[in-house]
Each structure stands twice: as structure tokens, then as C-alpha cells.
């Protein structure tokens, strides 16, 4: 089975960064893994377009976690594009609900009130999951021979998926925008480190991280001890 992985970078507002999303092509289709924020959604869809996504050959959208930064576009492809939309059950309240913050601990009122204007999540990008992932879930009905990991730390119901190749895409889990290293924000430190040593466990060549260029894992825990 020939599977490619193709990274769309898209910038966030005000100058905030960029985020990836991830298109998995595979011999019978597609399958994006997040969405970017809605403030870039002609980007988004002029990438998909590029590499040949479209209604019919789109198997799956799956939500790495339930940051407006990744889920932006999810309600929006789920119409236009007639796809199922999947994430684990413990961020379903973030998109449900339009907060971010619904399950994590106690954050900002400030942060709380503007994230959804700086990313751009609004009533119409609200949005129930048709599908719920979990540990070790695989995901060959999709096409696509690979498995997700329940990845816990940056948020309640973070997972990734590892392919059979040993790629990883890890969500927010980790990331690569000073060096690759455990993401800057985490909602529970222990918990992230918990999943980091999963990981360690684990036949990966690869990590695609949310923020940042890939990076092999080798360099990660060199890097990291």
C-alpha cells in the first residue's frame, strides 16, 4: 500500500506562528488530519485543491486535539466535501461547545474570552463528532494502514497517528519551532511526560508535529534527556 504524506503550513493571525495540517494520500483516497483556523480557509482550500482533494476521495477528517487552530475548518469540509469528521471523545466539548477550555484547568478569563475571535471559531464552526478515536484504534476501513495513540498532556483527548512506516503525526504533543521538544503549552506537564515515554516504546522514524518542520525521533530524545 503506497501512502504519502503531505504537509500544508498555514499561517496563523497576527502574526501568531503557522500551523500544519496533514494529507495522507493513499491508493484509495485521502485523509486530513486537522484543519487550520477558519481565518485561513481560502488556503486551506486552494492546498487541498493543489493536491487533489476532493468530495468522494476524502475518507476521513481526523482532529489531532480540540484547539480552534486545528479544528477551524472541520464543520466547513464536513459540508462542503460530505466527510466524516473524527477526534477523541475527552475534546469533543471544546468544538460542541466553541471553548477551547472546557476541559483543561483553570486558564485566563481573558485568553478564554478572545480565543475564539483570534482564531476565528464561531457559532458556524461549531460542530458535533460523527466518529470517536481511540487507543490503538486502526484505521485500515479507511484506507489507510496506520493506528491512532491517545497522547495526553497538551490536552484531555490529544491523540496521534502512527503509520505502519513509523510516521508519526503527534498533534501538539510535540513540537519544532525552537529545536524538537515537548510543545511550549501543556495542560498537564505529568501526563505529557507519561505519553512522551510511550512513545519512546514505539518503532518511530518520523515526527510531524503541529507546530514546526518535521524531525526525525531519533534527534528528539538525543536531545531530550
Known amino acids: 500500500m503506497t501512502q504519502e504524506i503531505i504537509r500544508i503550513n498555514l499561517s496563523l493571525p497576527y502574526r501568531m ?6 494529507l495522507l494520500k493513499t491508493d484509495t483516497g485521502c485523509i486530513l488530519i486537522d484543519t487550520g483556523c477558519s481565518k485561513r480557509r481560502a488556503n486551506l482550500d486552494e492546498e487541498l485543491e493543489s493536491a487533489g482533494c476532493e468530495s468522494g476521495n476524502l475518507k476521513l477528517i481526523i482532529l489531532t486535539h480540540g484547539d480552534f487552530d486545528h479544528t477551524g475548518n472541520a464543520a466547513y469540509l464536513r459540508e462542503k466535501l460530505e466527510v466524516k469528521v473524527a477526534m477523541h471523545p475527552d475534546d469533543s466539548g471544546m468544538v460542541e461547545r466553541g471553548n477551547m477550555f472546557w476541559n483543561r484547568k483553570k486558564s ?8 475564539p475571535v483570534l482564531f476565528g471559531f464561531g457559532k458556524s464552526e461549531r460542530f458535533k463528532p ?9 484505521l485500515s476501513e479507511y484506507g489507510l494502514d496506520a493506528k491512532v495513540l491517545y497522547l495526553p498532556g497538551h490536552s484531555r483527548g490529544s491523540i496521534g497517528i502512527l503509520t505502519a512506516d513509523g510516521d508519526l503525526i503527534c498533534g501538539d504533543l510535540l513540537e519544532n519551532t525552537d529545536g524538537p521538544g515537548l510543545n511550549s503549552i501543556m495542560d498537564d506537564p505529568a501526563t505529557a511526560y507519561v505519553s512522551i515515554e510511550k512513545l519512546k516504546q514505539l518503532s518511530i522514524r518520523t515526527v510531524y508535529p503541529g507546530h514546526g518542520e518535521p524531525f526525525l525521533m531519533e534527534s528528539f530524545i538525543k536531545n531530550n534527556r
Open 130 to 138: 460523527d466518529l470517536y478515536l481511540d487507543d490503538g484504534q486502526s
Open 108 to 115: 485566563n478569563f481573558l485568553i478564554r474570552m478572545i480565543a
Open 17 to 22: 506562528g503557522s500551523v500544519n495540517c496533514y
